[in-house]
Nanobody, 114 residues
């Protein structure tokens, strides 16, 4: 069984930064692609970023491109989503997921407000 546990969310002012973490257990991460999604209140879940297993550069939603950076630290079996210049529209519950097998974490809340 694969488990994904996100952390690092919180309340931040517009223009601020946060780094989300996702610890993966039950499987090694180098051979898998992982995604980040988010869901704002009353809205559908949306794609944020994809961190490829192949080492190819991550892909990002247009809304976060040039502000978010997805990465991984294999030795810690941890994925990261570094978020800069946060905006109120970035508010939501952020999930990491492994598409192969459709594994999801429980999410971590990010709130951007002044």
């Amino acid at each position: 069984q694969v488990y994904l546990v996100e952390s690092g969310g919180g309340l931040v002012q517009p223009g601020g930064s946060l780094r989300l973490s996702c610890v993966v257990s039950g499987e090694t991460i180098p051979t898998y692609t992982f995604d980040w999604y988010r869901q704002a209140p009353g809205k559908e879940r949306e794609f944020v970023a994809r961190d490829w297993a192949s080492g190819r550069r991550p892909d990002y939603a247009d809304s976060v491109k040039d502000r978010f950076i997805a990465s991984r630290e294999v030795s810690k079996s941890t994925l990261y989503l570094q978020m800069y210049n946060l905006k109120p529209d970035d508010t939501g519950l952020y999930y990491c997921t492994r598409p192969t097998g459709n594994y999801w974490g429980q999410g971590t809340q990010v709130t951007v407000a002044s």
